[in-house]
């Protein structure tokens, strides 16, 4: 993968996505009422009934965001109205779209975080996005120490102290994107893999237990969405490009 800049651009009206090319798009949550209500009536009856579910307006309205933009999203790339696309989910939780609908070549992942989502597209290759808001309160060793590899750990504790916590938050979106690439959920250790956290070092799954091969199939990169933010993306295979967009599209 070519190193770009993370500049979150406005994508051209014909737009298109190559094999070897991986989209990733930034949506801000917090918008207008009559947004809200667009985007509301392009979800399905039971994404509707979801959104009912949430106690609070802000939750509700987020919810309602973030999945019809990933409508409107794969909607643009499949050229198909957002309301026509059908998901179906992975054993572990993880969405796809149904074969009739793209899925057989189209694959996407989502994270959101205190008003903010990531929408990661590609084709034929499996991909998995993870965006954290950083707090330092959660950026602790007892953390760190539940969810982390002893090698993870080791790293953390040698850094100096006023860059761990932005180590820990690279540490913990670089795995949680490689899990959700794999799609198996809580059912891969978090502990059973390495990846690097420190400050400036390149994003890299380092090694995994069990199988020496695997983390050569796989491909981490850094994202930078926006300030007080860490995010990570994971993707299979190596030799694609990155563009980053921004929703919505004028």
């Given at each position: 993968m070519r190193h770009l800049d993370h500049l979150w651009l406005y994508?051209?009206?014909?737009?298109?996505?190559a094999d070897d090319e991986v989209h990733v798009w930034r949506a801000f949550l917090d918008l207008a009422t009559e947004q809200v209500e667009d985007l509301y009536r392009s979800l399905t009856p039971d994404e509707q009934e979801r959104a009912g579910r949430f106690r609070f307006q802000r939750?509700?309205?987020?919810f309602i965001v973030a999945r019809g933009v990933l409508r409107a999203i794969l909607g643009r790339y499949l050229k198909v109205e957002p309301g026509q696309l059908h998901f179906r989910y992975s054993p572990y939780g993880k969405p796809a779209l149904t074969g009739e609908s793209g899925g057989e070549t189209l694959r996407f992942n989502l994270s959101h975080s205190y008003g903010l989502a990531l929408y990661a597209v590609a084709r034929s290759r499996e991909i998995g996005v993870d965006l954290e808001h950083i707090r330092a309160d959660l950026a602790s060793e007892r953390m760190a120490e539940q969810f982390f590899s002893a090698r993870e750990i080791a790293a953390l504790r040698a850094l100096p102290a006023n860059v761990?916590?932005?180590a820990f938050f690279n540490c913990w979106t670089r795995k949680e994107a490689y899990v959700k690439a794999r799609g198996k959920g809580l059912s891969l250790p978090l502990h059973q893999f390495d990846v690097s956290l420190a400050p400036g070092e390149p994003a890299t799954l380092v090694s995994t237990r069990g199988d020496p091969l695997e983390a050569s199939r796989w491909s981490l990169q850094a994202l930078y969405p926006g300030p007080g933010y860490a995010a990570t993306?994971?993707?299979?295979?190596?030799?694609?490009?990155l563009r980053c967009w921004q929703w919505p599209a004028q």
């Open positions: 994508p051209p009206e014909s737009l298109a996505l939750d509700r309205e987020h761990q916590t932005e993306l994971a993707v299979e295979g190596h030799s694609w490009r």
